[in-house]
């Protein structure tokens, strides 16, 4: 199974890009599938997820500037991203499992499948 994300990129702050994570060996379409972020210096954070139900998750603080969609015929999740702040800096990596619930949809150690991340860098 491998995931690649990809779409980061060098942004001005108020800017947008779209993240993708395509699957290879694996269908999504049973899956939760989300994103964390680590900026350098710092911990892992849980960004947004989609589960197999179509439920998504956000983090409260990319509430109204970031929306996570799927396309499962191909095998993608999306992660569009508005309104970028420099703090948004960080590489951004996709996650999935199929034993993530919405009680565990944070945690990283759940999600049994990592892609390499993509780095997203907010210029002020």
């Known amino acids: 199974v491998q995931l690649q994300a990809f779409g980061g990129g060098l942004v001005q702050a108020g800017g947008s890009l779209r993240l993708s994570c395509a699957a290879s060996?694996?269908?999504?379409?049973?899956?939760?599938v989300g994103w964390f972020r680590q900026a350098p210096g710092k911990e892992r954070e849980f960004v947004s997820a989609i589960r197999w139900t179509g439920s998504t998750h956000y983090a409260d603080f990319v509430k109204g500037r970031f929306t996570i969609t799927r396309d499962n015929a191909k095998n993608t999740v999306y992660l569009q991203m508005s309104s970028l702040k420099p703090e948004d800096t960080a590489g951004y990596y996709c996650?999935?499992?199929?034993?993530?619930?919405?009680?565990?949809?944070?945690?990283?150690?759940?999600?049994?499948?990592w892609g390499q991340g993509t780095l997203v860098t907010v210029s002020s």
């Open positions: 060996g694996r269908t999504f379409r049973s899956d939760t």
């Open positions: 996650a999935a499992g199929d034993n993530v619930t919405s009680t565990t949809v944070t945690m990283s150690r759940i999600y049994q499948y």
